[in-house]
Structure formats: C-alpha cells, structure tokens
C-alpha cells in the first residue's frame, strides 16, 4: 500500500506555478505574412512591436501551435512565441495575427456571424448553450473594450462599422494594453 504525504509548501508551490504560467502575454499584430503549409497556416509579423510589458525589444523565442474553428472549417496555425530581451522582465508573448481572440477557440469572424444570428436562426450555426455564451460574451467585451478605448482617450468611433470590424480592432487594443482579462464566460 502507498501512502502519500501532502506537502505544507503546496500552496507555495501553486503560487510558483501560476505566476511562471501568467508570464505570457499576447500581442495583436495588424500586418504580417500569412502562408500554408502541409495544411499548417504560418503567420509571421511583419511589424516591429516592443514587450508591452517594459517596452524593450522582442525576439524569436519558439513557436506554439494554435487550432480554431472558423466559418470555413477548423483551421490549424504555427504562431510565433517572441520573448523579451530585457534581462530584468524576460516576459514571452504570443504573436497574432488580425481576428483570433486570445484564449477563444472561434476567430473573430465566427463569433461575430453567431452572435449576429437571431434566436430563430441560431440552431443552424450552433447549440443554444453556445449561442448564449457567445452573444453575452461579445456584448460583455465590446462593453468592456469600449471603456477602456475611453479611458485610453483613443478617437475611436464604432459607428457605422461592421460588428467584426469592431470585434478585430477591439481585440487588437484591448490585447496589446495588456488589459485582457482571461476567464469570462465563453
């Protein structure tokens, strides 16, 4: 018979782990090259961004594989990890290319199409539990997103735009202010 023993430093353990694992961020990036592969989409950005955390430079740290479902089908993509130079942050980021949402499993252009749908309509594209979380998520965020593009004092203006156009530009801000705010809803 085994017997395990539980040990006292557990929790300081956990906050070891979960403070490595909150060290990664994402980075929106709005220009890039995009090619496929063996079925593999490899996305390269072409802009130059610094860490969002301290501002130095970014380098070529790996690359980490990233599968979404989009209104085409599941599309699986090679992102670059970047990781920062400076000796004192050493923090690594995700690179994105235009209309994946960090930590959602749709790109933009998916969630937006389901959400748009109307109750009647839903069950075509998805099951109502899905259809639900979506719809409070994309409200919830725009909401979210749009507080903080004031509290930027950016001269965004949503009207007349598309809810994907809003969808995209609105990751893209709220991802690279490092103001994500990971587990809601979906």
């Known amino acids: 018979m085994m017997c395990f023993r539980i040990s006292k430093n557990i929790p300081n353990l956990l906050t070891i782990v979960f ?17 496929c592969k063996d079925d593999i989409y490899i996305f390269t950005g072409t802009d130059e961004i610094p860490c969002p955390v301290c501002g130095a430079k970014l380098k070529v740290h790996g690359t980490c594989r990233r599968k979404l479902q989009t209104v085409d089908g599941e599309k699986h993509y ?20 235009p209309g994946i949402i960090p930590y959602k499993r749709m790109d933009a252009e998916k969630i937006s ?16 539990s899905t259809w639900t979380s979506i719809r409070a ?7 979210y997103a749009s507080n ?10 949503p009207s007349e735009k598309s809810l ?5 530009f609105c990751v893209q801000a709220v991802a690279n202010s490092q103001k994500w705010i990971q587990h809601r809803l979906m």
Not at 19 to 35: A, C
Not at 113 to 120: N, V
Not at 137 to 143: I, P, Q, S, Y
Request: glycine letters at 2%; hydrophobic letters at 40%.
């Open 148 to 157: 903080l593009l004031a509290e930027l004092k950016t001269d965004y203006d």
């Open 113 to 128: 199409k389901i959400a748009a749908t109307t109750a009647a309509e839903h069950t075509k594209e998805t099951d109502t």
């Open 78 to 97: 090679r992102l670059r990890v970047m990781e920062c130079t400076n000796e004192d942050c050493r923090k690594t980021h995700r690179e994105l290319p």
């Open 19 to 35: 403070s490595f694992l909150s060290t990664e961020f994402m980075i929106s990036v709005m220009h890039g090259i995009e090619y």
């Open 137 to 143: 998520w994309v409200v919830w965020f725009l909401e």
């Open 164 to 168: 994907l156009d809003r969808l995209v």
